[in-house]
């Protein structure tokens, strides 16, 4: 079952405005990945994690592998329209061999 | 990016009747695949791991009788739904593993199953 928590569940926000969210596990993980996912479409990968305490961009995102390797962030920054979509956080542990553990996603809404 | 293709992306069927998915990787080779099943509004669960040329794992609680998977070669692995009920109408979702990658995943665009 899940061992993911993320949150929020959902927001809405204005055009413009910065969106934060995390996700907490009570397993260590040594990889921390995020995803969006459109409606109707598989989930995309938008940062890759590898280590604890990295902190990696990718044009507005910024996400952070927590230094207990059992959290992370995602952060939007200036979010625009087509930032919508559901985003889920997912971990994988060293011997999993890349089976992902997923979060329950967060929808976000952006406002024009 | 490496592309990941399934086929088809959505499907309706009749109950009792059986449904086949594939899962393509158009671009790389994948000794690995991995089936997620996604219910409206919510996360994705990994039902089984497919290996080229060997049984798949199935995930507890996951029928393997049920969801019959193959994997007989290094850009296809098939999923089918046996004798599907309206419970199983759901997005059904594949990601492939690039064997030359350190285990970078690539997910398929989804297929979404319909069962009257």
């Known amino acids: 079952g899940q061992q993911l928590n993320q949150s929020p569940q959902s927001m809405f926000i204005q055009e413009g405005e910065d969106v934060s969210m995390n996700c907490t596990s009570s397993?260590?993980?040594?990889?921390w990945l995020w995803y969006k996912q459109d409606p109707g479409e598989g989930p995309v990968l938008l940062i890759a994690?590898?280590?604890?305490?990295e902190l990696t961009s990718n044009g507005r995102l910024t996400a952070q592998f927590g230094i207990t390797r059992k959290d992370s962030f995602l952060n939007i920054s200036a979010s625009i329209p087509s930032d919508v979509g559901i985003y889920f956080c997912?971990?994988?542990?060293?011997?999993?061999?890349?089976?992902?553990?997923f979060g329950e996603g967060t929808q976000l809404t952006v406002n024009p | 990016g490496a592309v990941v293709s399934q086929h088809p992306s959505w499907v309706i069927c009749k109950s009792g009747t059986s449904v086949k998915i594939e899962c393509r990787s158009l671009?790389?080779?994948?000794?690995?695949m991995f089936w997620y099943r996604q219910f409206p509004k919510q996360s994705l669960m990994l039902m089984a791991t497919?290996?080229?040329?060997?049984?798949?794992?199935?995930e507890q609680g996951v029928e393997k009788d049920k969801f019959l998977i193959n994997h007989a070669s290094l850009t296809l692995s098939t999923l089918t739904v046996t004798s599907a009920h309206p419970e199983d109408s759901s997005f059904y979702i594949c990601?492939?593993?690039?064997?030359?990658?350190?285990?970078?995943?690539?997910f398929g665009e989804g297929s979404r199953l319909t069962v009257l």
């Open positions: 671009d790389f080779q994948a000794t690995t």
């Open positions: 397993s260590i993980f040594n990889t």
């Open positions: 990601s492939a593993k690039d064997v030359k990658n350190t285990g970078e995943l690539f």
């Open positions: 497919s290996n080229e040329g060997s049984k798949a794992t199935y």
């Open positions: 997912a971990g994988q542990f060293e011997t999993s061999g890349s089976r992902l553990t």
């Open positions: 994690l590898y280590k604890a305490g």
